[in-house]
């Protein structure tokens, strides 16, 4: 089994910026792709950016394209999310994503707010 943690959230103004990081324990090494979601209040649950088992392929959702990075340390078996530039309707709370063989598992969250 994976455990996935996130961290990193918090309260910013816009146009500032947050790193989140999520930190994989257990099976890592059944680990590939792993990706980040968010929720908003009374929204269903969205892709914000994916990436690649190796860190080389790369997706975002046109809305934070531009404005967001992930990248991942197979190393630290830690996956980031560099966010700038951030606005308002970035604020959700932020899950964690692995990709394990044949299911997928899901980290706990952490809030992101972005006030104007």
């Known amino acids: 089994q994976v455990q996935l943690v996130e961290s990193g959230g918090g309260t910013v103004q816009a146009g500032g910026s947050l790193r989140l990081s999520c930190a994989a324990s257990?099976?890592?090494?059944?680990?590939?792709?792993m990706g980040w979601y968010r929720q908003a209040p009374e929204k269903e649950r969205e892709l914000v950016a994916d990436?690649?088992?190796?860190?080389?392929?790369?997706k975002y959702a046109d809305y934070v394209k531009g404005r967001f990075t992930i990248s991942r340390d197979n190393a630290k078996h830690e996956l980031y999310l560099q966010m700038n530039n951030l606005k308002p309707e970035d604020t959700a709370v932020y899950y964690c994503l692995a990709s394990v063989i044949t299911s997928i598992t899901w980290g706990q969250g952490t809030q992101v707010t972005v006030v104007s």
């Open positions: 257990g099976s890592v090494g059944s680990i590939n792709a």
């Open positions: 990436i690649n088992s190796v860190g080389t392929n790369m």
